[in-house]
């Protein structure tokens, strides 16, 4: 991945969910983190949904590498998701 664009993408991302320390977000297709570790730097709680286990893998390697603690990450069906589980979004393919 571009490591600019990405910065930039992800800077995006932050600019438009106008995060604080009260959101709750939930980041579907997750993949890595790439954007759900950064997300929690200025959320309160995140959660990565990915459905392809070696990226929930890398993931929370990728977390442990962060120290970041208000994330949780998790593989599974993206479907069904409740109402009310979080009040930002994000989705990415």
């Known amino acids: 991945m571009n490591g600019n664009l990405n910065e930039k993408m992800v800077d995006k ?3 438009w969910l106008n995060l604080s320390a ?3 977000v939930l980041d579907l297709f997750c993949g890595m983190g790439n954007f ?3 997300i929690a ?3 309160g709680f995140v959660v990565g949904v990915e459905s392809v ?4 893998a890398q993931a929370k390697q990728n977390q442990d590498t962060s120290g970041l603690k208000n994330v949780e990450f998790y ?3 993206l479907l069904p998701i409740k ?3 979080a009040n930002r979004s994000t989705k990415y393919y």
């Open 41 to 43: 730097k200025q959320a």
């Open 13 to 15: 991302a932050l600019e």
């Open 83 to 85: 109402r009310g589980q």
């Open 22 to 24: 009260q959101d709750r």
């Open 75 to 77: 593989q599974t069906n």
């Open 36 to 38: 759900t570790l950064p």
């Open 53 to 56: 286990q070696p990226m929930v």
